[in-house]
């Protein structure tokens, strides 16, 4: 029979072992993926870089296995930068650190207009628990469900718990639409589907583009945007963005202007022009941007308990900014620092390998 010392350290070596199998060979797998793509047309990665990326990944960060996602971004970008975070240590060191079990707040859809306390989130009723409720949270009879989230839609968006990257999101129709299709489904959120702002629909027409913008809370507790992309369908293939199809432009924090290329999923370059409506990507600056910036430093402010925090906006129709949804679980930081980074070099992250406990 084991001490209970010996069966603390069994633990502690079954939980790291199963993350070597289950999240560390997934992200390993991933880059290698990424890298092979990447050199089809931006060249093989040099020996140096790839020894540069692994020397990184051990003095700096701890492990030389955090050196695949660095090798990504040095062939991305023909060249290494200091204070890179790679999306394995992300994962497996920084979040578990800086969100902890708060993180997974955000997976629980119904949840953000409590917390968030912000009527820019386009919520029209809750399916929770085998119960449904309007915005206000006060039950709804269930023969009363469907005029109330049709009352000014002809079609809504209904996200389950957990949904991410596309899947688990649903637009239904009032022709289509069931309370027992929603019991199957699970708990979530029903959203009225966005009339975006005419500068997306003229990317993407018919497919809510995605604004992504990652904040973090600084060691002072102030709050601050890092990093920021776009996310648009491809058109006529999607409904609405998915990451296994979509087209992720980046934006420049700074002015919010788009860049002049994005990028399909496998990491090759969309150059200048969309490819379907063939608009314009360069220096075309997202409508709002700053005040997207205000509204996000000001909400993650109040709501700082996930310090690192990915935020899925759009802005519609009449200019009102609207929250789509928001990831404070592990938002990822691999597009963004390869494209934009270092994005985070000044918050001490590549030192918390020194106090992580796996």
């Given amino acids: 029979m084991l001490s209970e010392k010996n069966e603390a350290a069994l633990k502690k070596k079954i939980k790291k072992v199963r993350w070597r199998v289950y999240s560390y060979e997934k992200q390993k797998s991933k880059a290698k993926t990424a890298l092979k793509s990447i050199e089809s047309y931006n060249g093989k990665l040099s020996p140096a870089l790839s020894k540069r990326a692994e020397e990184y990944a051990h003095e700096i960060l701890g492990w030389k296995g955090y050196s695949p996602w660095l090798k990504v971004y040095a062939a991305f970008r023909k060249e290494f930068k200091d204070g890179w975070i790679p999306n394995e240590y992300f994962g497996h060191v920084v979040a578990p650190q800086i969100n902890g079990t708060y993180g997974a707040i955000a997976q629980s859809k119904a949840l953000s207009s409590k917390l968030l306390g912000t009527k820019q989130l386009p919520d029209v009723a809750y399916f929770v628990n085998g119960l449904f409720y ?99 369908a491809q058109s ?43 608009t314009l990507f360069a220096g075309r600056p997202v409508p709002k941007f700053n005040q997207c910036i205000e509204f996000i430093t000001k909400t993650h402010q109040g709501n700082p308990f996930s310090r690192v925090v990915g935020w899925d906006l759009s802005v519609d129709k009449d200019g009102e900014i609207q929250v789509m949804e928001w990831n404070g679980r592990f938002p990822g930081v691999k597009f963004s620092e390869a494209t934009k980074g270092p994005c985070f070099a000044d918050l001490g992250w590549e030192k918390l390998h020194k106090s992580h406990n796996p």
């Fill in 134 to 232: 309007y915005p206000t949270w006060e039950p709804m009879a269930e023969e009363d469900v469907e005029k109330q989230i049709f009352s000014d839609n002809s079609k809504v968006v209904y996200k389950t718990d957990s949904s991410c990257q596309g899947k688990g999101v649903f637009i239904i129709s009032k022709k289509k639409f069931s309370t027992d299709d929603i019991r199957k489904k699970g708990n979530g959120v029903f959203q009225k589907f966005i009339i975006q702002h005419e500068f997306f629909e003229e990317l993407v027409p018919n497919s809510v583009a995605n604004l992504r913008i990652t904040s973090v809370i600084e060691d002072s507790g102030k709050a601050s945007c890092r990093a920021s992309f776009l996310k648009v």
């Fill in 236 to 278: 006529g293939k999607d409904t609405h963005v998915k990451s296994a199809s979509d087209i992720i432009i980046p934006v420049e924090v700074s002015t919010g202007e788009l860049n002049d290329k994005g990028y399909l999923p496998n990491w090759h370059p969309v150059v200048e022009r969309h490819p379907d409506t063939n």
